[in-house]
Structures are given as C-alpha cells and as structure tokens.
C-alpha cells in the first residue's frame, strides 16, 4: 500500500551545482545546500493551518 508519493521534476539550467541530480548518496544536504528539500510532519491540522497560507495575488477565476 502506498501511502504517500513525491513526484520530483527538474527544470534546471545547466550548471546549477545544487541540483538533485548532482547530490551525492549519503551527502545529499551538503551537496545541495539550502536548496535540500526539507519536510515537517504536522500531527494536528490545527498546527499546520496556523502556518497560513500567503497569496500575493488572487487565485485566477476558474474557466
């Protein structure tokens, strides 16, 4: 049973030293630096929605 799935695409130009596809096994955060994804795991929806959700501008109307 497959309980979650991280699907991860990579549109990098050329040359960027912190991409996933230059990260060493076993050194994946030093190779990636702050661009080393990081996950938090919320046990209560409360504490996640306290984070908010920040929109710059509106949502686009739906067709």
């Given at each position: 049973?497959?309980?979650?799935?991280?699907?991860?695409?990579?549109?990098?130009?050329?040359?960027?030293?912190?991409?996933?596809?230059?990260a060493?096994?076993?050194?994946?955060?030093?190779?990636?630096?702050?661009?080393?994804?990081?996950?938090?795991?919320?046990?209560?929806?409360?504490?996640?929605?306290r984070?908010?959700?920040?929109?710059?501008?509106?949502?686009?109307?739906?067709?």
């Amino acid at each position: 049973m497959v309980k979650g799935l991280l699907d991860l695409r990579n549109m990098l130009a050329p040359g960027f030293a912190e991409a996933t596809g230059n990260a060493k096994p076993g050194a994946e955060a030093q190779t990636m630096g702050p661009y080393y994804p990081r996950g938090t795991y919320y046990r209560r929806k409360a504490d996640f929605e306290r984070l908010g959700c920040p929109v710059s501008s509106p949502a686009p109307a739906a067709p």
